[in-house]
């Protein structure tokens, strides 16, 4: 098999499967987590002056109505995502709110949009996990038309992003056969090398690119922290595998190891992550 296509494939039975199920039932913890990194989309999507937004791995769909919200009735957001469990509660959401955000459940990368319909692409978190991301980013820009803005929030290292892998680091002794993450596959760090993500927006026909550094201090409450850590990430994959004495023991372990995040009722933690911004070059690709 075509390990592009290996890999889109992974990536669809995963979010359309334990992950995207466990993303749903976490999803106020996520998105209150996450909400100040929301929050800096909202206001780049004002600076913008934007009228149509396209909002990619939207997931549960938070970002796209907070997007949506700001934009009033002379604008329109659109949220898109691999995963139907998450289009299907994004869409739940934007009903029982009455936000008039909509949705589609498609791959980014693949997907045929209208040429020229939106004037900014956002994503918080959901644009690291295409098998071909110069491709996916050229898709996205016969989406917009020329001049239209991207700025989409990913994670630096994984070094410094300490909270992120403790999980997992805690528990590989424990589960010798949980996955390492490598950087040059789709996932959560594959956007963590700046030059990369200049190639890969250069390739795709993305102009004045604008990488910068962010810490972003995150929290969730305390009672929240053993179901995150057991139910996202790779630990949250394999432990459904392992037998009830070991899950124990790996639950233990790596509750353990968060200690130093918690401070009273709260787990807090820095996100380390690039904030990039870019155009849609004039010069459309063949």
């Not at 976490?26 to 909400?35: N, T």
Request: aromatic residues 6%.
């Amino acid at each position: 098999m075509d390990p592009e296509r290996r890999n889109d494939d992974e990536q669809t039975v995963r979010w359309n499967g334990r992950a995207g199920h466990a993303w749903v039932d976490l999803q106020h913890v996520l998105d209150e987590m996450f909400r100040p990194i929301e929050g800096m989309l909202v206001d780049a999507v004002s600076a913008e002056g934007a009228e149509h937004v396209l909002d990619v791995g939207c997931g549960t769909g938070g970002t796209t109505l907070a997007v949506a919200r700001r934009l009033g009735p002379a604008g329109h957001c659109v949220g898109v995502d691999i995963s139907g469990p998450l289009i299907d509660t994004a869409r739940a959401r934007a009903e029982r709110e009455g936000v008039p955000a909509s949705f589609v459940r498609a791959d980014a990368q693949e997907h045929t949009f209208e040429p020229g319909t939106f004037d900014t692409v956002i994503s918080r978190f959901g644009v690291m996990f295409f098998d071909d991301p110069v491709r996916a980013f050229g898709n996205l820009r016969s989406a917009v038309r020329d001049g239209a803005g991207l700025r989409v929030i990913v994670w630096r290292d994984p070094a410094e992003n300490p909270f992120m892998t403790t999980a997992q680091r805690a528990a590989a002794p424990l589960l010798p056969s949980l996955p390492v993450r490598r950087p040059d596959e789709p996932g959560q760090f594959a956007f963590a090398d700046p030059d990369k993500v200049r190639r890969i927006l250069a390739e795709s026909g993305w102009a004045d690119i604008d990488i910068q550094p962010i810490d972003v201090v995150c929290a969730l409450p305390e009672k929240e922290l053993v179901r995150y850590l057991t139910r996202l990430g790779p630990l949250g994959m394999a432990l459904p595998e392992v037998d009830e004495e070991t899950r124990v023991r790996v639950v233990e372990t790596v509750r353990a190891a968060f200690d130093p995040f918690v401070q009273g009722p709260e787990v807090r933690f820095t996100a380390a992550c690039w904030t990039v911004g870019a155009r849609a070059s004039a010069a459309k690709l063949s």
